[in-house]
Every structure is written in structure tokens, then in C-alpha cells.
């Protein structure tokens, strides 16, 4: 998410922070900034776009100071903007802020400091409250480390946060709360970092600061405080990875790390919008209980792995709010002439924001006078500025051009959607929601444990990985998934895949069954269990090589597969959030084996901007 970096000490302040902030230049951000104390006045630059906007704004002044801070925005609050981008500052800009994550009751205390102290916000970020909270708060205590308690205290949510005072320019001062923060330790200078790729050039010790932790750095000292503000010891890190390797944290690819970021995606993505009742907070969406009820029909617009999960969309929205639900590929969708009117509700699915295809059926569908809603991962991006309400994934940059976690929070989105508008609308009861959303809060669990079987996927695709062709089948939600790890495959590996619903395969694909043939077979849907059972047979008959995927204890398909992975126990509707991760870790290890490109596959862009 947002970059970090913080510094005290000889140097000047300016360059070792730029440097650090282009050194986090890969994980996508829209804005950057800086704050530094100068001749005793807090001075910020800020500007929107990337770090060159915010060194050409600076120029050659070399802002000359000891200490600073800087930061690259991934917006969450707002949209990227000058105004919109850290450093905040408190009313007489005395003290700057930055912050990394989302502070959950900002509305209540952005409230309390309009009424109570007539604040006047410039900016539509939660960052802000922080800034003018602690400047409310440092008016009494006149010190910054007893302040950032104090704050702390007040402020809920996943947030780090580093802090400067102008009339202390001798001390940074920073918070841990599920959020990564870092401190680099030098000699007469010391470093605090949201990652360690932006401190590698200037340090290989650091510390590793944990959750509800309270930092304050001077140029020769770092304390660490725990939540009850007693100084404790930590054992200082050494770094032996190099430059490349800090950036995937470790991992060798993009692909793998955001692989395993998905159960923490999944968790923000639902989470964040649950309030204390278990009921979903559409924040920022304004559909109301009428408009819903007044919905005769539904289309899903989206090119790739985005339209994938509208395939699953279809299927859980029909199911939850029995509107019938039609999903369209964004290229073909503007050039059908769709049947749109006012009571039509559009829904694009983008990660980017800024695929041509999907803008344009958007464009079309509200030409038409539909409602349009979009679920998209960067905020600001083209799609969410011209929906009527937009739906955010929180599964943060992705930077592979192979879509993982993107995939999975958009899924999430669906499910939320689909719960949301079947309460609203009476099709659901409260009960089978309370249920759905408690079986949705254990899948990062169930993910992560599953994770652990990579090693296994390895394995298979150590033995697979030089096959021509490959087909995925599965029935119902299963062959949605099972068209997203076809997709998977191909565009990392350059194996031709094909993937097909199972029952459709004897209309004519099993004429390309031969001995040996690869095919994986989804088997998650219980209730399609015994179908998918007789499906594989028919194909096993003809010699195919089969890799089955099922939920754990339905043992009986062994019989029929070569080789089996099992995902955990989990009720049918939300198996696709777990049983596409095996076909994801099947495809970067059968890609690994072949040598591909694999964050950049050839031919591909993150990002289609064009027709
Ligand atoms: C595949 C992949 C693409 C994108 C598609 C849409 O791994 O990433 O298929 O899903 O190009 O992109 P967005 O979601 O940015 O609109």
C-alpha cells in the first residue's frame, strides 16, 4: 500500500528520503510528499502523480534539515490529489503526519474536532484527523511522544503512522497498529520505513516494530514502547537480502507474494466493511432498499480474470437476490446493443480502473441510464470516477501482471454485494446472512492453512510442467474457477489450456482426449459432487491424465484421479475463493519450471488502455 520513509540524522534529510521513496516506487502509489523542519519552521511539498512531479516541484531547493518524512499515497480516502496527499498537517502546521492503512472511526472523531474545536479539514483524508487530532491534543501537552499516545487512545483501525514537530525537530516519533513499520539503524542517524527496500542503500540492521507499538527516534537513539508505555528491548534484525529480494519480501516473485497476500486481502476486503453488528457498511455506495427492489436485471461487465469473477457474481446474485444476472466480456458487451434502461443495474469489475473495454460498456450502460456500480482496486482510477458508486477491493497494488489477490478480493466483493442487496431486498434471511458472513470470515484462515501445501503443487508441477495442452473442467461455480486457472496457466506459461464445463465436454471436446491428456478437474460444488464423479470417468476412459482438486474428506474421486489436492471444508458458494489459489500456485510453478517471465509475461500489460 502507501510508502513510508522517515530520517534523522546528518545527512540531509530531502535526499535520503526521496531516495527511499523511489526505492518503494514499485509497489504503484498516485501521490508523493515530504515534510522536513527547516531553520525551526515545518516546511511540505506535496503533489499528485509520481516522485519526478514532487522533485520537479521542489526544484533545487535542497529544503536543507536533519529530519523528515515522505510518503507515496495509495488513496484509499479521496481521490489522488495534491490536496488528498501526505504529509498532513495539523490547523497551524506545526505538526506533519504521515500514514500507511485506515483509521475506521475518522468520520466520528473528524465530527468531534469540527464541534468541539472548530477544525477546519483540507483535505477528504482520514490521515488528516490524525494530523489535527494530535495537533489538538499537543496545545495541552506541548510534547510529541505523550501526544502520539494520547491519539493512539482515541484512533481505531490498521495504521502506521510517523509524526514531526516543529517545535521539536529533535525526535520522529511512530506507530505500529497492523500496518508494517520498520526502523534502520545508523550511526548518528536512524531511519524509519513502511518496507525494507527503502532503507537497504543506507542500512543492514533494523528493527522490526510490532502491532501496538510506539517508536521515538533522535538522530542517536531509538526507544520502542509497548501499548502500556513501557520501554522494551528488541533484538536488532540483520538484512542479508539484496535490493530485488526485499522488494517480494523474500518471495522470487511478484506472482507468489501477492499469491499469499490473499488471506489478508480477503480479510480487509470484508472486514473493513463490517460494523460491530456483522452487517455491511456500503460506505461511499448510496443504492437504496427501492432501487434494489426496482432492478429487473443485471449485467456484469469485465474483460479477463475481473470477467471470471463476474461468472461467480452471476451465480451468487441470482442465488441471494434472484435477479437474473448477465455476465458480458467488455469488448463484445458495447457492440451488441445490450438491452440497458433505468432499471438495469451495471456492474464493472476492474482491478486497474483503466481498461478501455470495461470504461467504455460503462460509458454505454449509462448512456442507457443504468445504474452503474463498479468493484475496482485503485482508487481515483477512470472506472470508479465515472460510476455512480464504487465497490473497493482492498487487496492492495499488484504488481504481477498475472491477476491473483485481485481475483479473490473481487469475489469477496460479489459475495458482500450479493449479501447486502438479498437483506435489503428480503430474498435472504437474516439468519442465513449471519451465517454466509461468519463461514466468509473463516476462509483467510482456511487459506492460510492450505498455503502450506504449495510445496505439494510444486511437486505436481515439477512432473507436469512440459505438457502442450492442459484442459480444466469442472460444473457449476467449480467451471468459473475453472476458466480463471485455464487463463492462469496459459498467460504465464505459454501452455495451451483450455477450459470447459464439464457436462459439455461429450458435445464434442472429448474428441481431443488421448492417453495421458492433462486434465484438472474441480470437484468443490457438493451438491455436484456425484456428476463431476462420472464426468471425470467418462474422460478417464479415454486415457486422460487426471489432477483432481476437492474438499477435503470427499475421498471417493481418488479412484478416479492420478493425483488429488485437497482444499479445506467450506460451504459450496465461497469454495472459489479457495479452490482457484491450487490452479494460481499451479501455474507460477509450472511457469518457474519452463523458465518464463513470470511477473511480465510476454505479449501482456498490467494494464489495457487500448481497444
Ligand atoms: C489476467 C489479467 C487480465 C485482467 C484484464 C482486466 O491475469 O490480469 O485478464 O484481468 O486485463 O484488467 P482489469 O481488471 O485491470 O480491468
Not at 509497548?226 to 511478484?254: C, Q, Y
Not at 453488528?277 to 475481473?306: D, H, M, P, R, W
Not at 481498461?355 to 443504468?370: F, I, N, P, Q, V
Amino acid at each position: 500500500m502507501c510508502g513510508i520513509v522517515g530520517y534523522i540524522g546528518k545527512d540531509n534529510a530531502k535526499d535520503v528520503i526521496i531516495d527511499g521513496l523511489k526505492k518503494l516506487e514499485y509497489r504503484g502509489y498516485d501521490s508523493a510528499g515530504i515534510a522536513v523542519v527547516r531553520n525551526g519552521k515545518l516546511e511540505i511539498k506535496k503533489h499528485v502523480g509520481g516522485i519526478a512531479n514532487l522533485e520537479n516541484l521542489i526544484g533545487d531547493d535542497p529544503m536543507t534539515s536533519h529530519i523528515g518524512i515522505g510518503h507515496t499515497r495509495w488513496a484509499t480516502h479521496g481521490a489522488p490529489s495534491d490536496l488528498n496527499a501526505h504529509p498532513h498537517s495539523n490547523e497551524d502546521e506545526t505538526i506533519a503526519i504521515i500514514h500507511n492503512g485506515i483509521i475506521e472511526n475518522y468520520q466520528e472523531l473528524k465530527q468531534e474536532l469540527i464541534e468541539k474545536h472548530n477544525i477546519k479539514f483540507k483535505s477528504e483524508t482520514d490521515t488528516e484527523v490524525i494530523a489535527q487530532l494530535i495537533g489538538v491534543i499537543y496545545k495541552e501537552k506541548k510534547d510529541l511522544l505523550e501526544s502520539v499516545f494520547a491519539a493512539e487512545e482515541k484512533m481505531r483501525g490498521a495504521y502506521a503512522i510517523v509524526a514531526v514537530a516543529q517545535d521539536e525537530p529533535d525526535k520522529i516519533v511512530a506507530v505500529r497498529k497492523d500496518a508494517p513499520l520498520i526502523v534502520g539503524l545508523g550511526k548518528g542517524s536512524n531511519f524509519i520505513a513502511s518496507d525494507i527496500p527503502a532503507l537497504l542503500k543506507y542500512v543492514k540492521e533494523i528493527y522490526l516494530i510490532e502491532n501496538n507499538e510506539t517508536v521515538l527516534a533522535t538522530a542517536d537513539e531509538v526507544k520502542i514502547f509497548d501499548e502500556n508505555r513501557n520501554e522494551i528491548k528488541r533484538e536488532v534484525f540483520h538484512v542479508t537480502w539484496d535490493a530485488d529480494s526485499a522488494e517480494k519480501e523474500g518471495f522470487e516473485h511478484f506472482m507468489l507474494k501477492e499469491i499469499y497476500e490473499q488471506p489478508k486481502g480477503l480479510s480487509e476486503t470484508l472486514n473493513r466493511r463490517l460494523d460491530e453488528t456483522g452487517k455491511i457498511n456500503l460506505e461511499g455506495i448510496t443504492l437504496t432498499k427501492e432501487q434494489i427492489e426496482n432492478f429487473s436485471k443485471i449485467y456484469i461487465v469485465a474483460c479477463g480474470t475481473a470477467y471470471h469473477a463476474g461468472l461467480v457474481g452471476k451465480y451468487i446474485i441470482e442465488q441471494l437476490v434472484k435477479i437474473p444476472v448477465e455476465v458480458d466480456v467488455a469488448s463484445e458487451f458495447r457492440y451488441r446493443n445490450p438491452l440497458v434502461d433505468e432499471n438495469t443495474l451495471f456492474i464493472a469489475i476492474s482491478q486497474s480502473g483503466e481498461t478501455l473495454d470495461t470504461l467504455a460498456a460503462l460509458r454505454e450502460a449509462k448512456s442507457k441510464g443504468a445504474r452503474v456500480l463498479s468493484v475496482v482496486n485503485v482508487v481515483g482510477s477512470s472506472v470508479a470516477r465515472e460510476s455512480d458508486d464504487v465497490f473497493y477491493t482492498w487487496a492492495g497494488p499488484e504488481i504481477a501482471v498475472a491477476s491473483t489477490k485481485a481475483y479473490t478480493t473481487q469475489l469477496m466483493c460479489m459475495y458482500m454485494l450479493a449479501l447486502y442487496m438479498g437483506l435489503e431486498k428480503g430474498t435472504i434471511t437474516r439468519e442465513f446472512y449471519d451465517r454466509f458472513i461468519k463461514d466468509l470470515q473463516g476462509i483467510p484462515a482456511k487459506l492460510e492453512t492450505f498455503l502450506k501445501k504449495a510445496p505439494e503443487i510444486e511437486e505436481e508441477a515439477k512432473q507436469l510442467y512440459n505438457r502442450e495442452q492442459v484442459f480444466f473442467i469442472g460444473r457449476g461455480l467449480d467451471s468459473a474457477v475453472s476458466y480463471e486457472g485455464s487463463l492462469k496457466l496459459k498467460e504465464i506459461s505459454y501452455i495451451n489450456s483450455f477450459a470447459i464445463a464439464a457436462g459439455e465436454l461429450k458435445h464434442g471436446t472429448i474428441a481431443l482426449m488421448e492417453p495421458g491428456t492433462l486434465v484438472i478437474a474441480l470437484a468443490c460444488q457438493d451438491f455436484l459432487y456425484e456428476k463431476m464423479v462420472s464426468n471425470i470417468q467418462e474422460i478417464k476412459a479415454r486415457g486422460a491424465y487426471v489432477m483432481a482438486v476437492a474438499k477435503e474428506g470427499n475421498v471417493s474421486i481418488e479412484a478416479q484421479s492420478d493425483r488429488m489436492i485437497y482444499i479445506p471444508e467450506c460451504r459450496d458458494e465461497i469454495a472459489p475463493l479457495i479452490s482457484v489459489v491450487p490452479l494460481q500456485l499451479f501455474a507460477y510453478y509450472v511457469a518457474k519450471e519452463r523458465g518464463c517471465n513470470i511477473d511480465k509475461p510476454k505479449n501482456l500489460a498490467k494494464s489495457v488502455t487500448v481497444e
